[in-house]
């Protein structure tokens, strides 16, 4: 009897159980779900809000690629001017280059040309001063012939001998001894003429027989020199301390005109007529 009555009470009490055990899982289930529901709805929720943002960023896309769209057809514009800008400055700047290479050129040239000019001046130059020299060394042979020409004539007044010049170049030799002073004259025949610090007259002239008479006119005092000939010194003393003068005439122009030169001393002062 005891038995009996404990199996009945032993099946609710296992029952109970399940249920509670069903009812524990239905609760977790339900509180899963719920849990599970927000968060799909909060995904959804995401989700949507994505959407829209993807929509909005895809708006703002489009704008951006149209206003992109704008700027590079206003840059390609602005390119295609600087461009067109950049092509005309390197035209101007290629211009400009062939002109200063051209004119550069035409400077070398030019420049060339006037170095070439001062060559052939410098040669010519130097041409010239080789002529010089040869007429230098000519003129240095030619005076070392007249000298070795000079004749040495006894003059009418000293016991020692003169030396003499015949015509100019000779006196001329007789000057780059430099010991005399010489001074050439022409006289005409009835004429009194200033030669140095003397006066001379030509008084008479014989060509035939190559004689002539001379007056000097030296310190107050005329000194008569007669029928005297063709390179013959004629020796007078004048000045404060007298010193040797010499009258040569060595040329017959006419019958009425002889040239010749006056000698005297360098210590002589210089006529004012001679400076």
Sequence with gaps: MSETEETPRTHPGALLAAIAIALAAAIGGLIWCSTLGGQLSKQQAELTEAQQQNAKLGADLRE????????TDELSKENGLTQKQLDERAQAILQREQADSKRLENEQKQTAQQVSSVSNQVSSVQSDVGGVRTDLGKTQSDLANTNSQLQSVRGDLSNTNSVIAR????LVALEHRGDRSYYEFTLTRGERKP????SLELRKVDPKKNLFTLVVYSDDKAVLKPNRGLDEPLQFYSGKQPVLFEVVVNTFNSKNQVSGYLSVPKSMPVPPTAQ
């Design 64 to 71: 951006t690629e149209a206003r992109l769209q704008v700027a």
């Design 167 to 170: 015509n100019h170049e000779e």
């Design 195 to 198: 030669v140095g610090t003397v």
